[in-house]
């Protein structure tokens, strides 16, 4: 049973993270309808920036913050140069816009930082909170900072003008574009957000997985699926979605369950998420939080 | 220029010739470069199935990594297991690779635009875990992979590597045929229905489940068929060869190739198997320069916002503008 629990909490500090991703995606599919396929990527390399402040002798929280800064600017410039050509294009070659991101980033980190694998410093001291049996002072961290992001993000949506302007620009341009909301920089900013909050989601699975520039695959896969499950269409349910899957993936890694069925489950996780996926959009697209879009035709 | 041609005689006599370049290229070069030219033909196929899915059906996937793995893995298991010859190997890889996909096509039928490229997405990124699952180490090899030994030369006087060539060449040319006349057939009219308009396509009556996950069966198999030849060619399977990588590597082929054209998939093909040489020479005698995929990451932006119908729609865009000249 104790296993079981902390199954359950590294499943719930590991699900932070990837609502953390979850929450960049749907934050630009929201204002944009794209699904960002470069967010993991994004978030991969503000890692690498935090990690250089770290060899200039940055203290961790210091190096973070930077990190977190420059992604912010970085996404709102990607936005007004790369993204905004094809903002009226058809889908496939926004996603191909995606997939050149991609390949860009994930070369050039591999190019600047090198293809091995680095240790990447925890942002919270080891003699941190309350020790326990149960979770590690990482894993508590994670929890406690990613609720702290997420209720300040709430927070900046619910009472700030510029968060107002924001939802109104993502749920009816026209209108928002009428009262005066310069729409084309909302959506710039949001970009700027979603990699602000990817890279706190980069900098959190670090030192979990270690740095290198494919790090971020399978996280950018988990979090597509709990931005599914929860419903693309709420940032709420991107969140929650993210910690179920989170924990859902740790208790397939589960010792009892894989000598139940005779072999090793977690060998099969990353094909759970893709089962997550496809199960999500076959039988309850909108997810488990989101609303049904109705399309005219 | 969304159709394919009709037959011109200048397309007949362009087609004849380069089927007979094709020919006598490896007369003129050493194995090697004949060796990378039946890798481009492996891609080339893959990417002609993209084609036949994206530009002419409207179906997206990033994920055709994962049927160019399902074509390589059946065909060398059938070697590796079963005893079967090489050719029947290829018989038996199209097959397979064809029931996967047409089974993955019945979810994916449900998935419009964006909701499919993320389902691929996630099958190509889960693929090499799969391959390595230890349920299925028996007959994969596991995270060894399988060796998968050339083919013997089918004619006395070749290499090895020659005669996979011609062998490859013989496929690539059937398979572009056939692609041809499925696209002019009711068949693929209905195809660029459903990707034009689904619904006038449906109300014209189009059985479009069938025919969707038929076009995505048939894509998978050109795929594994890819796959397959890509195997015989480098000799080994294994399961960090077919990662998410792969399957952008294909879709950048076929974009630049020109995804909504045939002969595209082979430019495209040209591309990926030459140009990561030729950038590498160039990033290595300039240490400035970033490195190949970077670059073609660049590259494949700029050529969705300038040429977004890749090579061969530009060289067809060109002929059809000196026709105009020539007519006056």
Redesign the interface.
Same mark, same amino acid.
């Given at each position: 049973m104790e296993l079981f629990f902390q199954l359950t909490l590294a499943g719930l500090a590991i699900g932070s993270i990837y609502a953390c991703v979850a929450l960049a995606v749907v934050m630009i599919y929201q204002a944009t309808d794209h699904f960002n396929f470069a967010q993991g990527e994004m978030a991969m390399f503000s890692t690498f920036i935090a990690f250089t402040f770290l060899t200039f002798g940055a203290p961790v929280w210091l190096a973070a913050v930077g990190a977190i800064a420059i992604s912010f600017v970085a996404g709102l410039i990607i936005e007004r140069v790369v993204i905004k050509p094809v903002e009226n294009a058809p889908i496939l070659n926004q996603i191909i816009v995606f997939i050149g991101m991609l390949m860009i980033l994930n070369n050039m980190a591999g190019w600047i930082w090198e293809f091995t694998i680095k240790p990447f410093p925890s942002l919270f001291p080891s003699d941190w909170g309350v020790q326990s049996e149960l979770i590690g002072p990482h894993h508590m961290g994670v929890i406690g900072l990613t609720l702290i992001v997420l209720f300040a993000i709430f927070l900046f949506f619910r009472f700030t003008r510029v968060g107002l302007a924001m939802r109104a620009a993502a749920a009816n341009p026209d209108s928002a574009r009428l009262v005066g909301v310069s729409v084309s920089w909302m959506l710039a900013l949001g970009w700027g957000l979603a990699a602000g909050v990817g890279a706190i989601g980069g900098i959190l699975v670090a030192p979990i997985v270690y740095l290198d520039p494919n790090m971020m695959s399978g996280v950018l896969l988990y979090a597509f699926a709990g931005a599914l499950l929860g419903g693309v269409s709420s940032p709420f349910g991107a969140v929650m979605g993210g910690m179920i899957v989170g924990v859902l993936e740790n208790w397939i890694g589960h010792p009892a369950l894989s000598e139940l069925l005779g072999f090793k489950m977690n060998e099969l996780k990353l094909t759970f998420a893709l089962m997550v996926i496809v199960i999500v959009l076959l039988f309850k697209p909108a997810g488990l939080f989101g609303r049904v879009v109705v399309k005219r035709v | 220029m969304t159709r394919p041609n009709r037959i011109t005689p200048l397309l007949l006599i362009g087609f004849l010739v380069a089927i007979g370049i094709g020919i006598l290229l490896p007369q003129f070069y050493p194995d090697f470069v004949t060796y990378q030219l039946t890798l481009a033909m492996a891609w080339g196929i893959a990417m002609l199935g993209l084609n036949v899915l994206?530009g002419y059906n409207g179906q %997206?996937s =990033?994920g055709h990594s994962a049927f160019f793995a399902i074509g390589a893995y059946s065909a060398a298991i059938f070697i590796e297991h079963f005893g079967w010859s090489p050719y029947a190997a290829i018989a038996g890889a199209a097959l397979c690779s064809f029931i996967f996909g047409f089974l993955f096509g019945l *979810?994916a039928l449900? !998935?419009e @635009?964006?909701?499919l490229?993320?389902?691929t %997405? @996630? !099958?190509a #990124?889960?693929t090499p875990? $799969?391959l390595?699952?230890?349920?299925f180490e028996h007959w994969t090899g596991g995270v060894q992979g399988i060796f998968v030994p050339k083919p013997a030369p089918l004619v006395e006087g070749l290499t090895p590597d020659q005669s996979l060539y011609y062998v490859a060449l013989g496929i690539t040319i059937v398979l572009m045929v056939i692609t041809w006349c499925i696209l002019h057939s009711r068949s693929g009219r209905a195809m660029m229905a459903i990707r034009d308009n689904p619904?006038a396509a449906r109300t014209m009556g189009i059985n479009m489940p069938l025919v969707k996950t038929t076009t995505f069966g048939i894509s998978a198999m050109y795929a594994g068929i890819g796959g397959c030849l890509y195997t015989y060619a480098s000799e080994f399977v294994s399961p960090d060869a077919f990662n %998410?990588f792969i399957g #952008?590597y294909i $879709? =950048?082929g076929s #974009?630049i190739g020109g995804?909504v054209s045939i002969p595209g998939a082979i430019v495209g093909g040209l591309f990926i198997v030459f140009m990561p040489h030729v950038a590498e020479g160039v990033s290595n005698t300039y240490p400035w320069v *970033? *490195? *190949?995929?970077?670059v %073609?990451? #660049?590259f494949?932006?700029l050529v969705?916002?300038f040429v977004?119908f890749g090579v061969w729609g530009a060289v067809e865009r060109g002929l059809a503008w000196t026709k105009r000249r020539m007519a006056g």
């Open positions: - | 994206t %997206f =990033v *979810p449900r !998935l @635009g964006l909701y490229a993320l389902a %997405f @996630g !099958l #990124v889960a875990q $799969l390595k699952f230890g349920a619904i %998410f #952008v $879709l =950048v #974009v995804i *970033p *490195p *190949p995929w970077a %073609f990451g #660049v494949l932006i969705i916002y977004p």
